[in-house]
Each structure stands twice: as structure tokens, then as C-alpha cells.
């Protein structure tokens, strides 16, 4: 961005400063420190316009809602409209998490984001024996379409937007979404939201598989089909770096396995057939804020930038939407300490503040006791409030992207964006994601990096504040939210409820639907919403296609 | 505990839970150490660790879980390996357990529960001494 002459002249002008620095014995020694973001990238000690010699403004980095999208994707970005205030949240019953998503509705949430229950997650009934003990725990426990309809109770579905984190089952709560909207009278099209639908990442890092990976992304591919022409607004995959980045991989890592898989999905859509304009704009993501505030804001314009090249350069989309990355952002869950949880507060303020300078389209803030429990109401209401300072006290929302043009922060950009291509590069030499997942390859970088940061913080390398500096006695904790023990019990009667009430054969002539088409080419989708309307259960319906996919065995290697 | 004899230890993951970055380096951190180290992977029901620990010869099993499952799986299996007449194995607990539970989970038989922050050290130096002081400990 500078010319020749510019160049010569800084060049000289540094040299003297730099005579001028080393002969200062005021300052500090800095011998023998590395400096280095918490992932471990070198940072140097001043950034100049010599960093950004290469850069062509238009080219690189350009005007907000344009390619490469480096500076955002809408023109006016939060000038426009806030992002998203979007908590994640469930637990209990549908009942319990109903009363939840009304309270942070009326506390000025803007969306809704689904928590469900492992069992749920892992395609199993609460009343199944590998669910004694977890139903209602992590998320809300749902069993059948009826559950769905209690959960949304009184929330207008074509008012909200709901996010559901739902991977391996994301085929059956699409369907019991759907359903519950036509009997409420509102087409498909009207409905706004977003499934995760990103079984990749689920094998290196969240871990709620159920299917072996090439049958799993031939159901992700037959949602992406479906929702791309029944319900045009619905995204119908969340490509998620968040969990990886939580399982201790670094920013790059982060971008590289993210963009990674994004590819692999696209690939996969269009090997069934689908062209990259019909879905591409629906594609969404998932990143981290992580607590390094300028390499979060860099990783987030990198990958926006990363994105838009591929989408167009790659594969060919001419829809600008195609190359829009937009995406979700959580703060970072393991950066909360069980000591002196308050000071968790301050961290997802600093975190949901890189967020925001990186120009996210929705932000989950984590609420300071979740390294001890699920989150109080007044924990969820605190890190709500957070969001709320950012977008109307800061002034951070009032000019977009206010850190495009720092030396620091544009330099980081490029550096991330170029490891992540070559990582991705890397992984494609080893025959892609999918076959590096399967190889282990993947976990094994992710592991490396998580031990690495481990060995870091216990040698006092990087300091955690209440945690290996600054600790003190500390009584218990009160006032951590508990989760009824009697969810099981109560789920359990409304499965023998549902399981005498609806007809047995007509769920028999589904599920066998179900497992007809499994054995051909044809779109899971149409089956399992039969299934799903004759009110099959989310256990019947993964054990039919259990009986035709098989199951995946995790790896046992760290 | 005689020098020679290596700790052998079982890592574990109860019930439903994904989460194994903990596990993970826990796991590494136990075999720079010197230990003889085996991890389960996910989804393990109390009886499929109870007979891996038993198979393995473990002198050591350490149960994760953050899912808030703890409660109902880490009692079966120290129950578990109780009922095989197994005595000498040390059971531990890691993951988000509130305070409140770790009385019930130590009187069921979990020797101790560490949580988040914990760090290997303190891990490797507790298991070193309890084998050590273990009666009849190998």
C-alpha cells in the first residue's frame, strides 16, 4: 500500500529508531521473552506501513459487504442492525427450557439457540439405558415431535429465528421443526434458523456421532438438498471451528480445519448434484472468541477473506452470497476459571468485544459459572448484559471495522489467512479432511496443541489470572443452578404416553421407510418427516437408520 | 510400591459426555511421567470400564465426565469393580463436579475428584502417594 520512496524513507527512519531503542536503558529488557498470541504465533514489537508493503487495498481488503468481504458482509455492518443476541440454552424438560427461552425473550434477546441433552444428541430415548444419568443435564431432553411443540410453547415460530445444535439427529428436529410449523399453520419458507449439521467436527472434537463418517455425510448432504428447496431461509449447516478451538487447536488450526471441512461439504453437495449458488448461500459457521483479542479479530477477517477466494475462485460461485462467510461466535469456554469465577465476566467482555470488532453476524456470551455448572439466571442475564454494553456503550458498533488499517491487525490477517491455506493444502495432499480425520491425523494436531498450551500454563510460561498467579482462598461456591433429578422419570412417563396413544403400525410402516430408502440413493428427508408425523420417536428413527449405516467407533489414541 | 513396578492407569469417559480435551492431556501428561497409560475413548458404560480395568491390570482408573452425569456413573463403577471383588484399584474423578457431590462420590468410593485448573502435577504427585500408601499396593 506504499510506494518505493515511502518504503526507502520508513526503511531509513526505522533503522535510526531502531539504534535509538537498543541505546535506551530505561526500558525494559526484553532478551529472552518470546512474544507470542495464547496460540502461539510470533508477535513482533511494532507494526509499520513496511508490514503492508504487499497489500493491495481493493484487491485484499476492499469496502464492507463486497469481495473478499475482508471488512464484513453487509455495507453498514452494525450501523444497520446489531448482531444477534443469541444464548444458547436448555436443560430439564421442554417444560423447564420453555420458561427459560420466554425470560431471555423478554430480556431482549433477539433469536433463540437450542441446548439439547446428550441423549438427544446421540440418538437416544431418555428411557434408554445409555442415557441413565444424562437426560435433561446438558440440554433439554426431547424425545418425540410432541416434546418439540412444548418446547416452543407460545413462541411464534415464524417471529423467531431459532439455532439448534443438533448434529447427528439434525434430519429428525429439521422434520419435528418443520411438522410443528405446519400444524401451526406457517410455511416452510417463513421459517428462519439454523441446524449445526456439521458431523466433521464432531469426530475430532464434540464427539456426538452416532454413524461412521460417509454414510453421516450423506445424510448432511440430503438436508442440505432438501432445505435448499423447501425452506429457503433455513441455514442447513453451522461449520463449526468453535469445538476444535475448545479442544485446544490454535487460531490457524482453527481456520484451516474450519475451512477445511467447509470445502469438504461443498464437494460433497455438489457430487450430489447440487450447484454451488443453490446452497452456498446458506452455508453459515461457527468460530470461537478466544481471549487474544487482535489475533480473534484478524482470525475473523482472515477466515471471512479465506472463504470468499475459495467460494469464487475454487468453485466457481457467482452468487456474491455464495462467498459471504457469516457466522455465529461463542466465547470461549475454556478460558472460564472454577476460580474466582467472576473474573469470568471480564474475560467474556473481552472476548465478545473481538467478536464484535470482527464484524459477527451472532454472539453467544458464555455466563461466568459454567466452569462449575450449568449457568444461573443471573450468570445468563450478566453475560446478556455484556452484549448489550458492547453494542450500545462502547461505541465499537458506530464506524465499521474500526481496526482495518492497523499495521498489527492487518498483518495478522494475511498471516493467518496464508498458514490456513497451506494447512489446508497440507491436509489435501493427504487426501482431504475426511481421510484425514479418519487417519487421526486431525485429533492428533489437535491434541499436540492443547498438551502444548497445558505444558505452557504449567510452567508458568502463560499466566492465568486465580489459576497459577494471583490465587486466593476461596470459599465454595452458592447458588449454582441444579437440574431436577426427576427429568428421567418425567420423560419416561411421556414416552409411555406418546407410545400408547399414537399407532404402532403406523410407525412400523415409517420406520421401515426410513430404512428402505437408507439402502438407496433417495433424500433421507421425505421419510422422516412420515416418520416424524406418525410421532416415531428420535431413538426409533436412529435405530432404523442405525440398522442400515452401522455405528462409529471413537478412537482411543491421545 | 516396589521402584520397578510402572503405574498402570486407566483413563476413562463415562456415560454420553464429548468432551476429552482434559482426558487427553491428562492421558500424555501421566505417560511422560512414566506411566503405562489407557484410555477408553467415549461412551463407556460402568461395566465396559469395570472389565477394562480388570483386563488391563490397572492399578489406577480415572473417570471424566462434564456432562453432569457423574453422579449416577462414576458410584457403578467403583461398585463395579467392589462386586468383582476388586479392592485395590484407585479410583479418581475429574471434570465439572460441583463441590456439593464430591462428599456422596468419595463415600461411593471415588478416592478423589479434581476439577477444572487442576493442573498434571498435582495429578501424578496424588497418585504416586496413594499408590505408595495403599496397603498391600503393588
Redesign the interface.
Given at each position: 500500500m506504499i510506494d518505493q520512496k515511502e518504503e526507502a524513507a520508513i526503511s531509513a527512519a526505522r533503522g535510526k529508531w531502531e539504534e535509538e531503542a537498543a541505546g535506551q536503558n530505561g526500558g525494559a529488557a526484553e532478551a529472552g521473552k518470546p512474544f507470542e498470541t495464547i496460540s502461539g504465533h510470533p508477535v513482533e514489537g511494532l507494526y509499520t506501513p513496511q508490514d503492508l508493503a504487499g497489500t493491495d487495498y481493493l484487491r485484499d481488503i476492499g469496502f464492507p459487504g463486497q469481495h473478499p468481504f475482508t471488512r464484513g458482509i453487509q455495507h453498514n455492518m452494525y450501523r444497520g442492525r446489531f448482531w444477534t443476541m443469541r444464548q444458547y440454552a436448555g436443560f430439564g424438560t421442554a417444560e423447564d427450557t420453555n420458561r427459560r427461552f420466554r425470560y431471555l425473550l423478554e430480556q431482549g434477546q433477539t433469536g433463540l439457540s437450542v441446548a439439547f441433552d446428550l441423549p438427544t444428541q446421540v440418538g437416544y430415548d431418555s428411557d434408554h439405558p445409555l442415557a441413565a444419568g444424562e437426560a435433561g443435564k446438558v440440554g433439554v431432553a426431547i424425545d418425540s415431535v410432541r416434546d418439540l411443540g412444548t418446547l416452543f410453547s407460545g413462541i411464534p415460530l415464524d417471529k423467531v429465528s431459532t439455532s439448534m445444535t443438533i448434529n447427528s439427529p439434525a434430519a429428525v428436529l429439521t422434520a419435528m421443526y418443520v411438522s410443528l410449523a405446519e400444524r401451526a399453520g406457517i410455511p416452510p419458507g417463513d421459517l428462519r434458523g439454523t441446524i449445526q449439521n456439521d458431523m466433521l467436527k464432531e469426530y475430532v472434537a464434540r464427539g456426538t456421532y452416532i454413524f461412521p463418517i460417509r454414510p453421516a455425510m450423506r445424510i448432511v448432504a440430503d438436508i442440505i438438498g432438501w432445505c435448499s428447496r423447501t425452506v429457503p431461509n433455513w441455514n442447513s449447516i453451522s461449520i463449526s471451528g468453535y469445538h476444535m478451538r475448545e479442544a485446544g487447536c490454535t487460531a490457524i488450526q482453527e481456520v484451516a480445519f474450519t475451512v477445511g471441512n467447509g470445502i469438504t461439504y461443498v464437494e460433497t453437495a455438489l457430487r450430489a448434484g447440487l450447484a454451488i449458488d443453490d446452497f452456498a448461500p446458506r452455508l453459515s459457521f461457527f468460530f470461537s472468541a478466544h481471549q487474544d483479542l487482535f489475533e480473534e479479530v484478524a482470525k475473523f477477517r482472515a477466515a471471512r477473506r479465506l472463504w470468499a477466494r475459495i467460494a469464487k475462485e475454487r468453485f466457481g460461485a457467482k452468487n456474491p452470497r455464495s462467498a459471504m462467510m457469516r457466522y455465529h461466535v461463542q466465547t470461549a469456554g475454556c478460558s472460564l476459571t472454577a476460580q474466582q469465577p467472576f473474573l469470568n465476566v471480564l474475560r467474556t467482555g473481552f472476548e465478545a468485544l473481538s467478536a464484535v470488532l470482527g464484524g459477527c453476524q451472532s454472539l453467544h456470551t458464555n455466563s461466568y459459572d459454567e466452569a462449575l455448572a450449568l449457568p444461573s439466571e443471573e450468570a445468563v442475564q450478566i453475560a446478556l448484559r455484556t452484549q448489550q454494553i458492547i453494542a450500545h456503550e462502547t461505541g465499537v458498533t458506530g464506524t465499521v471495522d474500526p481496526l482495518a488499517g492497523s499495521y498489527y491487525v492487518e498483518k495478522m490477517t494475511d498471516e493467518i489467512e496464508e498458514a490456513a491455506l497451506a494447512y489446508i493444502d497440507r491436509i489435501e495432499k493427504r487426501g482431504g479432511m475426511i481421510a484425514a480425520i479418519e487417519s487421526g491425523y486431525i485429533q492428533e494436531e489437535i491434541s499436540n496443541s492443547a498438551y502444548e498450551y497445558q505444558r505452557k500454563v504449567e510452567s508458568r510460561e502463560r499466566i492465568v489470572v486465580g489459576v497459577n498467579r494471583y490465587q486466593i482462598d476461596e470459599p465454595p461456591p452458592t447458588g449454582l443452578l441444579r437440574v431436577r433429578q426427576t427429568v428421567e422419570e418425567a420423560q419416561a412417563e411421556k414416552l409411555e404416553i406418546l407410545r400408547r396413544e399414537r399407532s404402532a403400525d403406523a410407525v412400523a410402516r415409517a420406520l421401515d421407510g426410513i430404512r428402505r430408502t437408507a439402502r438407496t440413493e433417495g433424500n433421507l428427508m421425505p421419510p422422516i418427516i412420515a416418520a416424524v408425523q406418525a410421532e416415531a420417536t428420535i431413538g426409533e428413527i436412529c435405530d432404523a437408520l442405525r440398522d442400515v449405516f452401522g455405528e462409529y467407533r471413537g478412537g482411543t489414541s491421545f | 510400591m516396589t521402584q520397578e513396578k510402572i503405574i498402570r492407569v486407566l483413563?476413562a469417559k463415562p456415560?454420553?459426555?464429548?468432551?476429552?480435551?482434559g482426558?487427553?492431556?491428562i492421558?500424555?501428561?501421566l505417560r511422560d511421567a512414566g506411566m503405562e497409560?489407557?484410555?477408553?475413548?467415549?461412551?463407556q458404560?460402568p461395566e465396559q470400564i469395570v472389565n477394562t480395568a480388570i483386563q488391563e491390570d490397572a492399578d489406577v482408573v480415572m473417570l471424566s465426565s462434564l456432562?453432569?452425569?457423574h453422579?449416577?456413573?462414576f458410584p457403578r463403577v467403583a461398585e463395579g469393580l467392589r462386586k468383582r471383588g476388586v479392592s485395590d484399584i484407585l479410583v479418581m474423578g475429574g471434570g465439572?463436579i460441583?463441590?456439593?457431590d464430591v462428599p456422596a462420590l468419595k463415600e461411593a468410593g471415588i478416592r478423589e475428584v479434581f476439577?477444572?485448573?487442576t493442573?498434571?502435577?498435582t495429578i501424578i504427585r496424588y497418585v504416586r502417594e496413594h499408590l505408595a500408601g495403599q496397603a498391600g499396593g503393588r
Open positions: - | 483413563l456415560g454420553l459426555d464429548g468432551h476429552d480435551r482426558v487427553k492431556v492421558a500424555r501428561a497409560v489407557i484410555y477408553t475413548g467415549l461412551r458404560t456432562s453432569g452425569a453422579n449416577h456413573l465439572i460441583p463441590q456439593d476439577g477444572p485448573g493442573e498434571t502435577g
